[in-house]
Nanobody, 115 residues
Framework: EVQLMESGGGLVQPGGSLRLSCSASGFSFSRYYMSWARQAPGKGLEWVST???????THANSVKGRFTISRDNGKNTVYLQMNSLKSEDTALYYC?????????RGQGTQVTVSS
C-alpha cells in the first residue's frame, strides 16, 4: 500500500524557518518524482516544488529562493526546507507523487505563519 506521511509543520513567526518531512512507503521511492503542494484556507491546491528521481528540482515562483526541496532515498523521505516564511505561506502542506498511474498525497501538515 502506497503511504505518504508528512510532518514538521507548526506555528512560526514571519521570517522564520521550518523543515517539512514526508516519509514514503509501499513503492520504489528512488524511481519516482516527489512534490510538495499546499492549500490555503478557501483556495485551491497550489504546486510548490518537485524533485525528480535524478535530483533535479523546480520551485514555484512564489517560493523560489526561499524554499528548497531535497530527498534522501536511503530513508525514503523527501524534505521541504522553508526559510523567510511569510503570512501568505500559511497552508496545509502535502507531499504528492504519481505511483502506478494514480496521484497520491498524504494527510498534510499545517504550517501557520503569524506573529
Amino acid at each position: 500500500e502506497v503511504q505518504l506521511m508528512e510532518s514538521g509543520g507548526g506555528l512560526v513567526q514571519p521570517g522564520g524557518s521550518l523543515r517539512l518531512s514526508c516519509s514514503a512507503s509501499g513503492f520504489s521511492f528512488s524511481r519516482y518524482y516527489m512534490s510538495w503542494a499546499r492549500q490555503a484556507p478557501g483556495k485551491g491546491l497550489e504546486w510548490v516544488s518537485t524533485i525528480d528521481s535524478d535530483g533535479t528540482t523546480t520551485h514555484a515562483n512564489s517560493v523560489k529562493g526561499r524554499f528548497t526541496i531535497s530527498r534522501d532515498n536511503g530513508k525514503n523521505t523527501v524534505y521541504l526546507q522553508m526559510n523567510s516564511l511569510k503570512s501568505e505561506d500559511t497552508a496545509l502542506y502535502y507531499c504528492t507523487t504519481n505511483v502506478f498511474g494514480i496521484s497520491r498525497r498524504g494527510q498534510g501538515t499545517q504550517v501557520t505563519v503569524s506573529s
